[in-house]
């Protein structure tokens, strides 16, 4: 049979920043995850951009243009958004 506690613990606000502390945890930019989320909704449409441009055998240049500039600054927002995190 269990015993019943007295009193309930009590845990103060060091003590979780200190529980925090061991188990790694540090705060997360609000900035840094809105760069990483924009970043990755321009990197996903670019990629299947590719893959259309990919199977058609004409494409305007400007498009692949377009797609490369949208691609690469998605995809660096979006490593960004990794490292930093």
Do not use: W, Y
Not at 10 to 23: I, P
Not at 59 to 64: G, I, Y
């Amino acid at each position: 049979m269990a015993k019943r506690r007295g009193s309930p613990d009590v845990v103060s606000v060091s003590d979780v920043e200190r529980a925090g502390e061991n188990l790694g945890l540090r705060p997360r930019s609000r900035r840094i995850q809105t760069i990483g989320s924009i970043g990755s909704i321009l990197f996903g449409p670019a990629l299947g951009n590719v893959l259309q441009i990919a199977g058609t055998r004409q494409t305007a240049s400007e498009n692949a243009l377009r797609t490369f500039a949208v691609g690469t600054v998605g995809a660096a927002m979006t490593i960004c958004g990794f490292v930093r995190d």
